[in-house]
């Protein structure tokens, strides 16, 4: 079975401040790995995604993930964050052949302030 | 384009009360799951379809039944709601066949309370 650690729940950050979202997985197989982001009061958008090849992936708004399988990771980077940028980010992993469901982590808050 | 719609998107129940919450998507997707939210404690699959007719459990299902009679809906039953049922349910779909990436599709939520 996959599954994911985000090792903190919340992350403050001032606006322009660069900011990285750290998500640990464990797996013995090959996998899927996600971010997912959640505005206030609303469902999860996908924020991109790692499947296979190139190790940094780049999503939408900016952001941009890199698969460190060594280290079983898959942190959330952003150089420059907005206060748009405020949400509740996901990661979740899936096993990477057959069909299997996402395990999603915790969650990390990430407040922008002015 | 709908993509994935849940009603009601708020209910407040009494211990002890049924109800039943639904959820529709526009987009042919094969599979469909319930998720609860809680605070602090991230996304928990309730149950699961990988196609119209069939069911599976997720890693929360007690307390909680489904069916999957026509492929565009994914209903969540509770027969006896219990105030720890009071949660941010979500439901999600997404593609089958070989280039499904696991990638779902949410919908707005459904928030429930039971007193």
């Known amino acids: 079975a996959q599954s994911v650690t985000q090792l903190d729940s919340q992350v403050p950050v001032f606006e322009e401040a660069p900011v990285e979202l750290r998500c640990n997985y464990s797996s013995s197989v090959s996998v899927y790995l996600f971010w997912y982001v959640q505005y206030p009061n609303q469902g999860l958008q996908l924020l991109l995604k790692y499947l296979s090849g190139s190790t940094l992936v780049k999503g939408i708004n900016g952001f941009e993930a890199e698969f460190n399988k060594s280290q079983t990771s898959f942190h959330l980077r952003k150089p420059s964050v907005h206060i748009s940028d405020t949400a509740e980010y996901f990661c979740?992993?899936?096993?990477?052949?057959?069909?299997?469901?996402?395990?999603f982590g915790k969650g990390t808050m990430l407040l922008v302030s002015p | 384009n709908a993509g994935v719609t849940q009603t009601p998107k708020f209910r407040v129940l009494k211990t002890g009360q049924s109800m039943t919450l639904l959820c529709a998507q526009d987009m042919n997707h094969e599979y469909m799951y319930w998720y609860r939210q809680d605070p602090g404690m991230g996304l928990r699959l309730i149950h699961y379809s990988v196609g119209e007719g069939t069911t599976a459990k997720g890693e929360v299902p007690d307390g909680y039944n489904v069916s999957r009679l026509k492929k565009q809906n994914f209903l969540l039953g509770l027969e006896s709601a219990a105030p720890s049922q009071t949660s941010v349910y979500f439901c999600?779909?997404?593609?089958?066949?070989?280039?499904?990436?696991?990638?779902?599709?949410f919908g707005e939520g459904s928030r429930l309370t039971v007193l």
């Open positions: 979740a992993v899936r096993r990477g052949s057959g069909y299997s469901t996402l395990t």
């Open positions: 999600a779909s997404s593609s089958s066949g070989r280039m499904n990436t696991g990638e779902l599709f």
